[in-house]
């Protein structure tokens, strides 16, 4: 079956129904108001934001990123969507019905699970078509996963990929302060300062020498996009630690 025609994907292929439409930007107005005095966020370099659909790339501390992103970005939930693992987000009934259209949820495979897993071509195509629709955006967290606060991981190259094959930039960002308000492991977050910090886009075209695309051109292409990307991020923890001292 072609990945456009698999109904599990449909919600990224246009417009949600009025109802979820109205639902989620509600959900999103609550958030701001939470933030504006729970969790206070202080967003810098706002005038680095694209005109344009873009992939969001930042540190990844928390559950709250997301929300902190989007309101960063003055993005509602309607205007943005997430890359997850396939096997955990859409093979399971419950969290494919709930969650994957609250979230926009773009499916991710994992090399490890299955060879029926999804490709990376067709995250790309899903990708493509969603950013499409009224500028979305897309946030992918390079690390994989959480890490311990102020600590990055190693990046990986997907995002670099991603946005290689769509041609659509790559916007840096640090968050500083989630990991702190909620820890990993914890149910609950506490009250604390959050901000985010957006960094200068990075376009792929920067990056791509020879005008065919074969694979090791986008994979040469793709290493050093990651690499600045990171060394991106990296330095402004830094700089931010330094200034704290």
């Not at 025609?5 to 439409?21: G, V």
């Not at 987000?89 to 994992?110: A, C, E, H, Q, T």
């Not at 195509?125 to 102020?150: H, V």
Request: contains cysteine.
């Amino acid at each position: 079956m072609n990945v456009l025609d698999d109904p599990k994907y449909s919600h990224l292929l246009k417009r949600q129904p009025f109802y979820l439409r109205i639902g989620k930007t509600l959900l999103y107005n609550w958030a701001k108001f939470i933030f504006s005095w729970y969790t206070p966020i202080k967003v810098f370099g706002k005038e680095n934001i694209p005109d344009s659909s873009f992939i969001y790339c930042s540190n990844h501390n928390a559950h709250l990123d997301v929300i902190a992103l989007s309101i960063a970005a003055n993005k509602n939930f309607n205007d943005i969507g997430m890359l997850a693992a396939k096997d955990y987000w859409f093979d399971n009934s419950f969290r494919r019905n709930i969650m994957k259209p609250v979230m926009n949820l773009i499916p991710l495979g994992r090399k490890s699970v299955s060879v029926n897993d999804i490709t990376f071509e067709e995250t790309t195509i899903l990708s493509d078509k969603f950013m499409k629709i009224d500028k979305r955006c897309i946030i992918i967290f390079p690390e994989g996963t959480r890490g311990k606060a102020n600590v990055l991981n190693r990046f990986r190259k997907g995002p670099s990929r991603l946005a290689i094959g769509l041609n659509n930039p790559i916007l840096p960002a640090v968050i500083r302060g989630t990991g702190e308000s909620w820890p990993k492991g914890k149910i609950f977050f506490k009250p604390g300062k959050i901000s985010v910090y957006i960094l200068e886009a990075i376009y792929p075209e920067s990056f791509i020498n020879d005008k065919e695309l074969n694979k090791k051109n986008v994979f040469n292409a793709a290493k050093e996009m990651t690499t600045e990307i990171e060394k991106r991020i990296k330095n402004k923890l830094e700089e931010l630690k330094l200034n704290e001292q």
